[in-house]
């Protein structure tokens, strides 16, 4: 047992299948700002949404781009303001609850995003703005997470920021969103989701609820990822990937992640690899250097899982991964081993990657880096 | 996968071993309320943590009784109002944690818990007064249970009161406040544990975070309780017995019991068995039963504790029992046949009962009762 760790998680979850054409009854005031992609506004799912809350004004707000910036963080507080939002709703993956989180604080704190973050000195004060996450995507878990990720666009960068202010009042799980997911979609998602659980319970933070749930969320990848990848509407599966995601996420919210999240800012940034392929695709070599430090908690892990090893475990998900089409190694996205210096010095100064249950140095994180160019 | 759940549990769990003893800087206002049974005040347990308390004024209602009455928490409550109490702690096994969740509203909400529960007609305000539960046992997991149940002295009746105020805003959990246990009271709070955590897991509200932390839940008591009951010093197997109390907490706060805490009312009321031995009496009968309707949920969890069926887990449980000196047939309470019509009908009025995945009714439970006379 730890010797000391700390569990909140104060979002209400509500899980059904259609949930989202009736949620009605949740959404507090008369003022309600739903925040999407361009994508999901213009395919309509953000206005199927708006069409159910009855007597409500519904405002729109769809240009939230991928790693979202504070400027367009300050345009969807401005609409926010101007419409006296009484409920924010983060429609989408990562990038649109990310920036509901905060735009639900700035319609009753004053000016910028940039106040408050990157180098900002106000303090944000209790929220007032409802706040309603619907993820979209079966993988960021940002539903049940008190962070936000935005891209200072002067400095170009990507940071969190953490505040208690953004736990959302509550997460709407609706599997239905997740059926038209393109399978390159799922797959990167899913493994994201994948990496969250697993780095959660590898995680120096560690805590007994966390590793349970890790456990239960990988099991549930595990036996429903390519299903879900192979055969995009099998309910059963989708609905088995978007509650993975869900308590994946409750795992990490606690923990924080490793060495995997903190490598993909670089993969991601420098060589445009998708978040999920950024993360997992350094997962199997993580998996086989965590577990010389972990080498009893992770053999829990793995026969729970039904593998006999943990070397098996990890050809197990390098083998899942390349089932998937996705890349396994570095020099797939574009990586050469005069990069290798570069991508790890990057990757630790994120204050995260020493949360790994290994030595994080260079040279170490240079040699893993090695292992799978 | 279920078709719907809700999972919302929004209080701060701290753990830490020796936390009670500087827990000061959680503590919100000036005026502490310590609610305690007479027990942990006379021994010095309530006044160690007030003494920790610096700077505040610190007050302490000690007479609280097994099963708690309204009585109790009126005369609580003309304490707290007295002291203005910012902060309620509420300190022990069940029935102190339960009371001094209805106190902390009641400073600021008028009259007597009467007006609120069993016939009143009030609804309780938002509380403002701070709720932190220090359970004592490891066992009711009340410290994360929007729950409080009370006797009616009037009527005699022992029901539950449920509200979203009683969340406690800190569940404050230190392993070294049960190094001094009896053994019995060991056993027989982790086997109330320990249906917490099965009950959730078989309950027809099943939802899947919670049979994740039922799983890990009932792993810790099984590798744990007989060590704590058998070494009470042991610390590593204290910790363990409290996390797996809270875990199991958490867990059946969202899905309530069944059959098993419904029949344990009777055989305590009339029969005079503790809570927890009152529980675990019926608790391999259920597992047999409950076999039946949840065969591939029960299969699943018996072989993840390392059991090759239900039927050797049952019989492992009731071993397990039996090694801790506790009761495992009803004659051993002083049940005849007689009194099972009688027992199985105050246990049917109970609505959780109804939460058994089995077909519960006069005479089925009857059945089973005769199965463990």
Redesign the interface.
Known sequence: ?????????????????G?TQKMGRYIKGSSVLIISDPFLYKNGTAQRIGDTLAGKTVTYFSDIEPNPSCESVDAATAVARESKADCVIGLGGGSSLDVSKIVSCLVTNPGSIYDYYSGGTRVLESRTTQLVCIPTTAGTGSEVTNVGVFTNRKTHIKMPMVNNQFWPDIAMIDPQLTYTLPSAVTASTGMDAFCHAIEAYWNKNA???C???S???LK?IIDNIKTAYDTPSNC?AR??MI?ASL?AG?SFSQTRTTGIHALSFPLTTEFGASHGTACSITLPAFIRVSSQYEAQKMNSLVH?LGYESVEQFADAVEALMRSMNMPVRLHELGVQEKDIPHIAEVGLSAAIIQLTPADMNQKTVEALLRSIL
């Open positions: 047992m730890q010797e000391q760790f700390k569990f909140h998680m104060p979002t209400e979850i509500l899980f059904e299948n949930l805590l007994p609820m590793d349970m749930l456990m239960g969320a549930l059963e609905s088995a509650v308590v409750i729970y």
